[in-house]
């Protein structure tokens, strides 16, 4: 059976609209979950939800019968951002907004959803997973997983996909093997002892420690890492002192370390302790570091990531198989270390303003929401042919 996807644009955009007009933070998509479930029910898909507090998952069976089974995966959360776009369906929510085009990958998968639906062109079960919380290390892909979303919904592979600015529109990436980076984040308090600003030798200074911390973190990235391989670390964050004529007492320090190997980044954290210690101790102060593993690399399996490379040739996009992994963190890694499968890049083209992901004046490109729907019902046939 055939079915039109381009006639399905207009309730596209207007789907894609409404939701990034009621952008919703991490653990908090209510309405989001809400709109997704509801419309799921409307094409007549079996839904389950509160997999990971507010994920949803639809589950659509071919006509074909068969045993195999493949999840297709969107992120639904928005980012704690104050839109400045000044579009007419700009967020209505303060300090809230869909500044990384979630509302366009769940747009995307819900008309996938809607055509294989209709059609069900495909043997086995497909499942349509909207999960929760990507944003800011808060894993809802893990916390879905940690809920049994494998356990109920057996899925052989699992697929992700998200918007690419700056690539083409009518361009596709995947690689095998990393794709995006691990990220790790730490915190690190530094107590000393606090003198007046002109007797700094009866103190023991935490900031001119934390400025040597915050040079010295590079040394590891430098002079210890392969330069073939990947690792940046980033301080984002320094807070110390309220006065000008004292030396506080303690400083604070955080930031995030990102690699695309393993054994990299288990180097990079061992090797930040001890660094940390090292300076501490020279600077006559004391150090505590909190060290978080958040998400791990996201690397694509290669024949799963071979499949997509040539069903997204099969739908009239061209395919970038070596664009450099990027490293950013992407929590669908967790997904990846349960099942084999891929991750690809759909570009979004030129930005206004050469706005990026997260930036205030972002918005996903409504152009591309029937390619996103042919590549996904597409890839849901190519791999469970009727």
């Known amino acids: 059976m055939a079915f039109d996807i381009d006639a399905l644009k207009d309730q596209l955009v207007s789907w894609r609209r409404d939701l990034h007009r009621h952008p919703e933070l991490a653990f908090e998509e209510e309405r989001t979950s809400h709109?997704?479930?509801d419309r799921l029910r409307d094409m007549g898909i079996e839904v389950v939800t509160g997999l990971g507090r507010t994920g949803v998952v639809g589950k659509i069976e071919g006509r074909g019968g068969g045993n195999r089974a493949i999840g297709l995966r969107a992120d639904m959360d928005a980012?704690?951002?104050?839109?400045?776009?000044?579009?007419?369906y700009a967020s209505g929510n303060a300090g809230r907004m869909h500044a990384c085009g979630h509302d366009g990958h769940t747009t995307?998968?819900?008309?996938?959803?809607?055509?294989l639906a209709e059609t069900r062109d495909f043997s086995g079960t497909v499942y349509v997973i909207f999960q929760p919380a990507e944003e800011n290390g808060n894993a809802g892909g893990r916390a879905m997983i940690d809920d049994g979303l494998f356990a109920s919904c057996p899925v052989d592979a699992v697929y992700g996909l998200h918007n690419w600015p700056g690539m083409a529109v009518g361009r596709l990436a995947v690689r095998a093997g990393p794709m995006m980076a691990s990220m790790d984040t730490f915190d690190i308090d530094l107590t000393g002892a606090g003198a007046h600003a002109a007797m700094p030798h009866q103190g023991r200074d935490p900031i001119l420690a934390g400025a040597a911390m915050v040079s010295g973190l590079q040394s590891l990235v430098s002079r210890e890492i392969a330069p073939s391989d990947s690792l940046v670390i980033t301080v984002t964050q320094f807070h110390a002192g309220d006065a000008y004529n004292l030396i506080p007492v303690t400083a604070a320090l955080k930031g995030t370390v990102r690699a695309l190997d393993p054994q990299v980044r288990e180097q990079a954290e061992a090797r930040l302790k001890e660094l940390i210690d090292g300076y501490a101790r020279s600077h006559g102060v004391s150090a505590e570091v909190r060290y978080s593993r958040d998400y791990p690399?996201?690397?694509?399996?290669?024949?799963?990531?071979?499949?997509?490379?040539?069903?997204?040739?099969?739908v009239g996009l061209e395919v970038e198989r070596d664009r450099a992994p990027a490293m950013g963190a992407e929590d669908f890694a967790f997904m990846l270390?349960?099942?084999?499968?891929?991750?690809?890049?759909?570009?979004?083209?030129?930005?206004?303003?050469?706005?990026?992901?997260?930036?205030?004046?972002?918005d996903f490109n409504d152009e591309i929401l029937t390619t996103g729907v042919r590549y996904w019902t597409r890839l849901v046939e190519h791999l469970m042919p009727a």
């Open 79 to 88: 980012l704690p951002i104050e839109e400045q776009t000044g579009l007419p």
């Open 337 to 362: 270390e349960e099942r084999p499968g891929a991750y690809v890049w759909l570009g979004n083209g030129p930005s206004t303003g050469g706005a990026n992901l997260h930036s205030p004046t972002y």
């Open 35 to 37: 709109f997704v479930a």
């Open 108 to 115: 995307m998968l819900l008309g996938a959803a809607q055509a």
């Open 297 to 314: 690399v996201t690397v694509n399996t290669s024949q799963e990531s071979e499949t997509c490379a040539r069903v997204a040739e099969g």
